[in-house]
């Protein structure tokens, strides 16, 4: 799918996904990304959403946001309680879903100034 509104410079938006690759902005990644409004992280060298752990909620939290959101690839899966317990712990809200709707939902967040994070899984 293609996004093609871009409504303000200097936020990170999502431009496409599919094919085993998400596109923000211009830079096209091919594993797990970790995005935020103004910021792009490596995520986890992890196969998927499955293995997730509590140490891998660090680099999600280190960024602030008040709703995170999890993409897990084509299909939705949910990671070990644990990882969702680090976010319940801090009054974060975890949103788990497949990697389109993570996607579409950043941005929507992101247009609505919501200080929102994604770990997206291609």
């Given at each position: 799918?293609?996004?093609?509104?871009?409504?303000?410079?200097?936020?990170?938006?999502?431009?496409?996904?599919?094919?085993?690759?998400i596109?923000?902005?211009?830079?096209?990644?091919?594993?797990?990304?970790?995005?935020?409004?103004?910021?792009?992280?490596?995520?986890?060298?992890?196969?998927?959403?499955?293995?997730?752990?509590?140490?891998?909620?660090?680099?999600?939290?280190?960024?602030?946001?008040?709703?995170?959101?999890?993409?897990t690839?084509?299909?939705?899966?949910?990671?070990?309680?644990?990882?969702?317990?680090?976010?319940?712990?801090?009054?974060?809200?975890?949103?788990?879903?497949d990697?389109?709707?993570?996607?579409?939902?950043?941005?929507?967040?992101?247009?609505?100034?919501?200080?929102?994070?994604?770990?997206?899984?291609?």
């Open positions: 799918m293609r996004f093609t509104e871009d409504s303000s410079s200097g936020i990170n938006v999502i431009r496409t996904y599919g094919g085993g690759e596109k923000v902005n211009q830079e096209v990644y091919r594993g797990p990304v970790i995005v935020s409004v103004s910021q792009i992280v490596p995520g986890p060298a992890i196969g998927g959403a499955g293995e997730l752990t509590e140490a891998h909620a660090a680099p999600l939290l280190a960024l602030e946001p008040e709703l995170v959101l999890l993409g690839g084509a299909r939705q899966s949910f990671p070990a309680a644990n990882f969702g317990a680090e976010f319940l712990a801090k009054g974060i809200g975890l949103e788990v879903m990697t389109g709707a993570a996607c579409r939902t950043f941005n929507v967040l992101v247009a609505e100034h919501r200080r929102v994070v994604a770990l997206l899984f291609p």
